[in-house]
């Protein structure tokens, strides 16, 4: 039996978005009236269709029972703990305590230098950092639990003290487990969950929100020549088994969060046609992260080679998601983002 999806779009905002909900022409995205929809497409791996959300009874009556289970989760309030996701996007800084990261390895990790960037980031409107200790940029190989965790442990003793969330970013349960006793707030694997084993066990015992990431390969092969059968879908389709995963393995909270991993194992149509479909992730249930922060792509679009310099293509492509319904964005450069997100939002939701 053929597999159908269903992704959102055509987007209203603000005012205007809220007249349409009243009336019933738009739904709302996770029951905030101030950004909804009118249309849906409705893909499969041979066709895809966009039709209003008013000509769903011309659908056949299995399609229509699908699509309207979809919208139920795509238009459900969502509740995540600690996070208010109706005052979206959240910016997720980044705080790489590495030597070696792509944009800025070597920056952040000697002394009190780490602790001082987290503190910058939260002025500017960071509501979660993102700690990592090891590199996961195109080509790094993996890292000791040792070293890793030294690399992190001074900085995260003193964050614990900060007013903010903090998201470890790490692909191994080890490290996860001690985090989460010094006060770590979610977990962020790239690996998908797929690195270490012992990783749903720890996530399961603690009761911790967590990023699911999509990753094809590792970051020492992930570049080499991905490929995909349809990028969308396949991932949509990893996300699916992932969830349909945890579950089984008893975990029943639902603070959870898709991470479709822009960047990673992925080529530049790849991440091309994820950043201008992403609405379709919506439909799983779940709030919507990326990372677009510097990324090759930008490089690839722009000809801009030093990932410093690559501010312009991140605050477009979080804006573009902005228009998706995005819900967080994990980013470098936060007050620009921030100050970016602030204007748009001033315009589009007046």
Same mark, same amino acid.
């Given at each position: 039996?053929?597999?159908?999806?269903?992704?959102?779009?055509?987007?209203?905002?603000?005012?205007?978005?809220? /007249?349409?909900?009243?009336?019933?022409?738009?739904?709302?995205?996770?029951?905030?009236?101030?950004?909804?929809?009118?249309?849906?497409?409705?893909?499969?791996?041979?066709?895809?269709?966009?039709?209003?959300?008013?000509?769903?009874?011309?659908?056949?009556?299995?399609?229509?029972?699908?699509?309207?289970?979809?919208?139920?989760?795509?238009?459900?309030?969502? /509740?995540?703990?600690?996070?208010?996701?109706?005052?979206?996007?959240?910016?997720?800084?980044?705080?790489?305590?590495?030597?070696?990261?792509?944009?800025?390895?070597?920056?952040?990790?000697?002394?009190?230098?780490?602790?001082?960037?987290?503190?910058?980031?939260?002025?500017?409107?960071?509501?979660?950092?993102?700690?990592?200790?090891?590199?996961?940029?195109?080509?790094?190989?993996?890292?000791?639990?040792?070293?890793?965790?030294?690399?992190?442990?001074?900085?995260?003793? /003193?964050?614990?003290?900060?007013?903010?969330?903090? %998201?470890?970013?790490?692909?191994?349960?080890?490290?996860?487990? /001690?985090?989460?006793?010094?006060?770590?707030?979610?977990?962020?694997?790239?690996?998908?969950?797929?690195?270490?084993?012992?990783?749903?066990?720890?996530?399961?015992?603690?009761?911790?929100?967590?990023?699911?990431?999509?990753?094809?390969?590792?970051?020492?092969?992930?570049?080499?020549?991905?490929?995909?059968?349809?990028?969308?879908?396949?991932?949509?389709?990893?996300?699916?088994?992932?969830?349909?995963?945890?579950?089984?393995?008893?975990?029943?909270?639902?603070?959870?969060?898709?991470?479709?991993?822009?960047?990673?194992?992925?080529?530049?149509?790849?991440?091309?046609?994820?950043?201008?479909?992403?609405?379709?992730?919506?439909?799983?249930?779940?709030?919507?992260?990326?990372?677009? %922060?510097?990324?090759?792509?930008?490089?690839?679009?722009?000809?801009?080679?030093? %990932?410093?310099?690559?501010?312009?293509?991140?605050?477009?492509?979080?804006?573009?998601?902005?228009?998706?319904?995005?819900?967080?964005?994990?980013?470098?450069?936060?007050?620009?983002?921030?100050?970016?997100?602030?204007?748009?939002?001033?315009?589009?939701?007046?």
């Amino acid at each position: 039996m053929e597999k159908y999806y269903t992704r959102v779009c055509n987007f209203y905002y603000g005012s205007y978005s809220r /007249k349409l909900v009243r009336k019933k022409n738009s739904l709302p995205l996770n029951g905030n009236s101030n950004i909804s929809f009118d249309h849906i497409e409705i893909l499969s791996r041979k066709n895809k269709k966009l039709i209003n959300i008013k000509e769903l009874k011309k659908l056949s009556l299995s399609l229509q029972k699908k699509i309207k289970k979809d919208l139920k989760l795509i238009t459900k309030r969502k /509740k995540f703990s600690k996070i208010n996701l109706n005052n979206y996007p959240i910016i997720m800084g980044v705080l790489n305590l590495t030597p070696d990261s792509f944009s800025d390895g070597g920056k952040y990790n000697k002394k009190n230098l780490g602790l001082l960037h987290a503190r910058k980031l939260i002025k500017s409107g960071s509501s979660i950092i993102d700690i990592g200790g090891e590199s996961t940029r195109p080509g790094a190989k993996e890292l000791k639990v040792k070293k890793e965790w030294q690399r992190i442990e001074p900085t995260l003793k /003193k964050l614990k003290y900060e007013k903010c969330l903090l %998201s470890l970013d790490t692909r191994k349960s080890e490290i996860m487990q /001690k985090g989460i006793k010094f006060g770590v707030n979610m977990i962020n694997d790239v690996s998908g969950l797929k690195h270490d084993p012992k990783t749903i066990n720890i996530l399961k015992h603690y009761k911790i929100p967590f990023v699911i990431h999509h990753m094809q390969g590792t970051p020492e092969t992930m570049q080499k020549n991905p490929k995909y059968k349809n990028i969308l879908l396949d991932i949509y389709d990893f996300f699916e088994k992932q969830i349909k995963l945890i579950k089984n393995k008893g975990i029943s909270h639902n603070n959870i969060i898709i991470d479709p991993g822009i960047g990673f194992g992925k080529n530049l149509k790849h991440n091309i046609t994820l950043i201008s479909n992403i609405s379709l992730f919506h439909s799983l249930g779940f709030p919507i992260l990326i990372g677009i %922060s510097r990324k090759r792509f930008i490089k690839d679009l722009s000809g801009i080679n030093d %990932s410093q310099e690559r501010l312009g293509g991140t605050i477009s492509s979080a804006l573009f998601g902005m228009l998706q319904g995005v819900q967080m964005y994990r980013v470098h450069n936060v007050n620009e983002v921030n100050q970016s997100i602030k204007v748009f939002k001033t315009f589009q939701f007046n």
